[in-house]
């Protein structure tokens, strides 16, 4: 008789974990009443989540409304802002002016026309990013991206959020465990017992004995107590492409209650990596993500305290050491891993909360019915997994491959054709005569990043396609019609919508409507 898969158990109580546990259980939800599936999340009382992750990407505005959670209540209990996108500065020159957006709106008319080789060709002394969405004005005007009478997860522009990573995972395992029937078991794994298949049968906690299932979810965090130490799998480094390898993270309150909130990710370039700048209601969260092969600890100290300003000197800084890369393969026998227990990658485009939600979901799509047919599933699931780590990879790197700073070793080392990915030179070399578009996605699947996205970071740092007159010719009236048009919506958009604070302050005191 078939080994039926009813029993999920989740090591971990991080945001992967929770992410991963409200994915499944939402998508099974009809088994899980009937007694057919549980899922069970299994969190050290002892272990600290990692608590830092604060980005995040649009995806998780469908993945939160598919789970039942209601957005006001995210704002509310995770001090949740928007984000609009991620504002890139001093990474092309590092000249006062040298600053691009990288907006979560895709181009007007994307799916219709590339608008790219139309502002190539006449650019009219607008960047690529106004050219082509109201977006970056709406950020530099402080705007929100809806206003109050938009229902829950609705706008007038794309958003993701800014949480607050310590309340984020707590939130969504009152939500798992009040509404999703996840059963949450605060214990210690410390030991693991494996059939002679090498699959794991079960794990000991001290607290609460042995707990058994039939597919384990290594949500353990760095350690990847199953897939890595138990299971074995090795893990592979990137820090030869992607060199920053330590955090230093502060929080910063703000100079009053009211003050301006900015509504982007603020990513500033510095000698040897860059500061993340994120603004919650309550206060920012900072970080200044490095190479110690290139800067000091002291002098990387100093650069975070000349940014956040001398009067912030005694704010605790936590030191967190990264290690960028990810595991050979993500599921291996019954054992599949998910967030940081997956890998990790600097948080520059705030990738990995997104990765969870897209592998959580393909898992709850995919999720095997026996054993008989995991390693199948196993099978697509590494296979894509990868190929969605290698994408992340090249478009974090593009981020420095583009620059023309020669000031320290750390961006002069960037440029090292040794150190760029062969795929993403493939691309580079591809981008010189067509802009990326909807048929760089070759395989349909999911992307972290669109073609989008690419676009913003390559004609942000003064990428140049070359473009041939006569293959704009076709699109042109159309090309000009959506320009027109976004200029439009733009100057529509920033006479109606809100400041940022302001509707945030409003949703906690009336609330968003549900529809
Ligand atoms: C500096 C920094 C900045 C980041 N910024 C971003 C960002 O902007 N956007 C983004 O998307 N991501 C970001 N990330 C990544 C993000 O923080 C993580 O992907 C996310 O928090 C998920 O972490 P996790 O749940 O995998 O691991 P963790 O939070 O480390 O959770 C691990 C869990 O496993 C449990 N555990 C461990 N061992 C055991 C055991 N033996 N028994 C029982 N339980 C155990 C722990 O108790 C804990 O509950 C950032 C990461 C870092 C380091």
Not at 112 to 139: E, I, K, M, Y
Not at 258 to 264: I, L, V
Not at 294 to 305: D, G, K, Y
Not at 489 to 510: F, G, Q, V
């Amino acid at each position: 008789m078939a080994q039926l898969v009813k029993a999920v158990v989740i090591i971990g109580g991080g945001t992967a974990g929770w992410l991963t546990a409200a994915i499944i259980a939402a998508r099974h939800q009809a088994r899980m009443r009937t007694g057919g599936f549980s899922v069970t999340l299994i969190e050290s009382p002892n272990i600290r989540i990692v608590g830092v992750g604060e980005g995040t990407w649009p995806t998780l505005r469908a993945t939160l409304e598919r789970v039942g959670v209601p957005e006001t209540a995210l704002f509310r209990e995770c001090d949740a802002a928007f984000k609009q996108g991620g504002k890139f500065v001093g990474w092309t020159t590092g000249a006062e002016s040298d600053a691009y957006y990288h907006p979560l709106m895709i181009p007007h008319g994307f799916n219709q026309v590339n608008l790219a080789p139309h502002w190539l060709r006449r650019a009219q002394g607008r960047s690529f990013c106004d050219f082509v969405t109201p977006q970056g004005r709406l950020c530099d005007d402080g705007l929100a991206p809806k206003t109050i009478t938009h229902a829950e997860y609705k706008g007038s522009a794309n958003y993701a959020y800014h949480v607050d990573a310590g309340k984020f995972a707590p939130f969504l395992a009152k939500h798992c465990t009040t509404m999703l029937g996840v059963r949450h078991v605060l214990a210690d794994v410390v030991s693991v017992n494996q059939s002679d298949s090498g699959d794991i049968r079960s794990v000991l906690t001290p607290q609460q004995g042995e707990i058994s299932g039939d597919l384990f979810i290594d949500c353990s965090g760095f350690s990847a107590l199953l897939l890595g130490e138990t299971l074995g799998v090795r893990f592979k480094d990137c820090g030869d492409v992607l060199f920053c390898d330590t955090a230093l993270a502060v929080q910063v309150p703000f100079e009053t209650p009211d003050a301006p909130m900015a509504s982007q990710t603020l990513a500033t370039a510095q000698a040897a990596g860059w500061i993340w700048d994120i603004c919650l209601p309550t206060r920012r969260g900072v970080g200044y993500v490095y190479s110690s092969r290139h800067t000091s600890e002291e002098a990387a100290r100093e650069t975070l305290l000349r940014y956040i300003g001398s009067r912030h000197k005694d704010l605790p800084v936590r030191k967190i050491p990264i290690r960028s890369g990810h595991r050979e393969i993500f599921w291996k026998n019954n054992c599949v891993a998910m967030g940081l227990a997956q890998g990790f990658l600097e948080p520059l485009e705030s990738s990995a909360i997104v990765l969870v939600e897209i592998s959580a979901k393909l898992l709850a799509e995919q999720m095997p019915a026996c054993r008989e047919v995991m390693d199948i599933v196993a099978k697509r699931f590494n296979d894509v997994t990868t190929y969605r780590w290698g994408r992340i990879i090249d478009f974090l790197k593009l981020h420095y491959v583009l620059t023309r700073r020669t000031d320290t070793a750390f961006w002069r080392d960037n440029v090292d054709p040794e150190t760029v990915p062969e795929r993403l030179q493939d691309l580079l070399t591809l981008w010189k005569y067509q802009s990326p578009w909807s048929f760089d996605e070759l395989d349909r699947l999911e992307e972290v990043f669109p073609a989008a996205s690419y676009q913003y970071v390559l004609y942000g740092m003064g990428f140049r396609t070359e473009v041939i007159d006569e293959e704009t010719m076709d699109t042109a009236s159309v090309a000009r019609r959506l320009v027109m048009e976004n200029e439009r919506i733009t100057a529509e958009l920033r006479t109606r919508l809100p400041k940022n604070r302001e509707l945030l302050t409003r949703i906690h005191e009336y609330g968003l409507q549900t529809v």
